[in-house]
């Protein structure tokens, strides 16, 4: 398997090189937002499922390739702290690079009340943990977990994280219509997050196309969220950055069912990702759509791509 994709457009990341260090859909939650979809290899037994040896040779090529990066970021198609050994990725990672790039892993959270996950991620610059519930029944409507993890475990977890890391903790919230983003639940929310004393906390939304029909919060209620849940908090917009990678069209159609393994996308986003102008992607896509590798869906006005699996 590949471990690398992208760079990718991020929201919050600007140019990101993703790394994905597990299976597709090895997870510990099986949220309602995904946008890999339902059918998701619900664990929580860590293991270590890379060859460094081929990561450290992917990692030199992607390196070689792409100079505008932001980050080098630890997420993909499964929650990363199942990986075991994660202290060793990241120190290999800024190794190679020469500390070039900060890295960041993005977790659901789940496993953060296992000590030995705590100080795997000790060496990560940045981590962006989620809670996506402020008491245990949405936690269980929103995450559906494994079923040892529980809400008070996931918030232990975290109050630790926070106790023992030295680095910057983003909290991120990703709120659904209807389900989690009262300003009842916005008032809970800002008790806990009093407790946690995040660097930034970021309120998201699920854009991309998942596995069950979902709403989004309207403009309006993300901003009373925000007015209520404290002075750090922000609404994740659109992708800018003045940054754009350059790419080739060399092997496009694997770069594109690589990327699409992650996340589904629009045209523009993979034109920014592979750094490619949209009438050399489209002939790729067309290509993939005619071998029935990808399909079209349709959600929220906006046309993806993702993989016909």
């Known amino acids: 398997m590949g471990y690398f994709y992208g760079p990718v457009p991020s929201r919050r990341l600007g140019i990101s090189l993703g790394v994905d260090l597990l299976p597709l859909k090895t997870c510990s939650f099986d949220c309602l937002y995904c946008q890999l979809g339902r059918g998701v290899r619900k664990t929580v037994k860590r293991r270590s499922y890379i060859d460094l040896e081929s990561f450290k040779k992917e ?3 992607n390196l070689e390739k792409n100079q505008r990066i932001d980050y080098i970021t630890i ?14 990725i990241i120190k290999t990672i800024k190794k190679i690079s020469k500390n070039k790039y900060p890295v960041c892993v993005i977790t ?9 996950v705590r100080q795997e991620l000790k060496e990560a610059d940045l981590i962006i943990p989620s809670l996506d519930a402020a008491t245990a029944s949405v936690f269980r409507k929103v995450n559906r977990p494994y079923k040892s993890i529980t809400f008070e475990k996931t918030l232990k977890g975290l109050l630790a994280l926070r106790k023992e890391y030295k680095g910057k903790i983003w909290l991120e919230i990703m709120l659904i219509g209807g389900i989690n983003d009262s300003l009842s639940q916005a008032e809970k929310f800002k008790i806990i997050i009093e407790k946690i004393k995040p660097d930034k906390v970021q309120l998201n939304t699920p854009i991309r196309p998942a596995g069950m029909k979902i709403s989004l919060p309207s403009p309006k209620r993300l901003e009373k969220i925000r007015d209520i849940l404290s002075a750090s908090s922000e609404v994740i917009t659109s992708f800018s950055s ?21 996340r589904p996308a629009t045209l523009g986003d993979l034109s920014d990702s592979l750094g490619l102008n949209s009438n050399v992607i489209i002939k ?19 046309m993806y791509f993702v993989r016909d699996d």
């Open 59 to 61: 990692l030199r090529t």
């Open 75 to 88: 997420s993909g198609s499964g929650e990363p702290t199942l990986h075991k050994g994660l202290d060793k």
């Open 108 to 116: 659901n959270s789940s496993l953060l009340y296992r000590k030995a």
């Open 242 to 262: 003045r940054k754009k990678p350059v790419g080739d069209s060399k092997d496009l159609e694997k770069k594109i069912l690589r990327y699409l393994k992650v």
């Open 284 to 302: 790729s896509l067309n290509s993939l759509l005619e071998k029935k590798c990808i399909k079209k869906q349709p959600h929220k006005d906006k």
